[in-house]
């Protein structure tokens, strides 16, 4: 992206709002091979010159650091080039990933282009059961949806169980958006969200974002939750979910028994190892935490040999 914005606007071109632009390294923390650890340094050195901040490769994914630092707030929009950042609907913000050279457009002007995309809503209904959480209410949503049902559209979400979710729930539905084939997934925060946002960011004002009373959707669809227990997806894709219990019970697909898509859900919290995967394994050099890369720490310190010791010290 650097390189973009340099090539096109020149070796001392400025940025619209240092105050808004931010560097994030969470796609290689740390970097695996001498070019990105080059790469990250072109980006710090960058940011230098510019007074812009930059969370380096300890501090987490970026997308959850604009939340997690209050930097995102309902209204909001924010773009960057993570396929993801549009769980930033979590908080009724608008999240967008784009590419390097369209980030480098707006960390020059401070603007960008958009297609207001149509709008479908997706009411929740029922009660899950006790083993159910968000991740599984997410693949039962996929199950009805598939990977196409909102391809090129904004999703709002309503129900009454989203008040339940809380902001990781939350952002565990709002990420897999994409995996629905939508821009963008919506929930109205509530005042634990708006809680949390006030003191992340310092006491900003901000209010509860809902739907006009006459909005105008696409299409309406159902989702019936009742009783919902957990859930494993097929591999090859999420929108194939079974219960979990065809995988002690025998399931007719070797390939999920093989390697299914687990409920380790994007979006985790410090309670997201213990409770929802018990038997989880070493997450590899590639594996960043949220909460200002304190769940990553936490995380590693849990594992056997104290491993983020052993790999940082």
Request: aromatic residues 8%; neutral net charge.
């Amino acid at each position: 992206m650097v390189k973009n914005l340099l090539r096109e606007y020149g070796e001392d071109a400025p940025v619209a709002d240092a105050g808004k632009t931010f560097f994030t390294f969470d796609c290689n923390a740390p970097a695996n091979t001498i070019p990105y650890a080059n790469n990250q340094q072109i980006c710090r050195d960058f940011a230098g010159g510019r007074n812009i901040r930059v969370f380096d490769v300890d501090q987490g994914i970026g997308s959850h650091l604009l939340i997690e630092q209050g930097l995102c707030r309902p209204g909001f929009t924010a773009v960057g080039t993570d396929s993801h950042m549009n769980i930033l609907g979590a908080v009724g913000a608008f999240g967008q990933g784009m590419g390097d050279a369209d980030i480098a457009y707006g960390f020059r002007w401070g603007r960008t282009w958009f297609e207001v995309p149509p709008t479908m809503k997706v009411q929740l209904n029922g009660r899950p059961g006790p083993n159910a959480r968000p991740k599984d209410i997410t693949l039962a949503v996929l199950r009805v949806l598939g990977s196409r049902g909102g391809l090129g559209r904004a999703i709002e979400f309503e129900g009454e169980l989203l008040d339940s979710l809380g902001l990781s729930g939350r952002i565990t539905l709002a990420s897999m958006a994409t995996e629905m084939g939508a821009i963008i997934g919506l929930l109205s925060p509530d005042e634990e969200v708006l809680r949390f946002l006030r003191e992340r960011s310092g006491g900003a004002a901000m209010e509860r974002l809902e739907a006009d009373r006459d909005a105008a959707y696409v299409e309406e669809v159902a989702v019936d939750l009742e009783g919902l227990g957990s859930l494993v997806a097929r591999p090859g894709s999420p929108r194939f979910p079974c219960p979990s219990r065809c995988l002690s019970a025998g399931c007719s697909s070797k390939s999920t028994r093989r390697a299914p898509y687990s409920r380790w859900r994007p979006g985790g919290s410090f309670s997201t190892p213990c409770n929802e995967a018990p038997a989880w394994s070493w997450p590899g050099p590639g594996y960043r935490g949220s909460e200002e890369g304190k769940s990553w720490r936490h995380s590693l310190d849990s594992l056997p040999g104290n491993g983020y010791k052993m790999r940082l010290e």
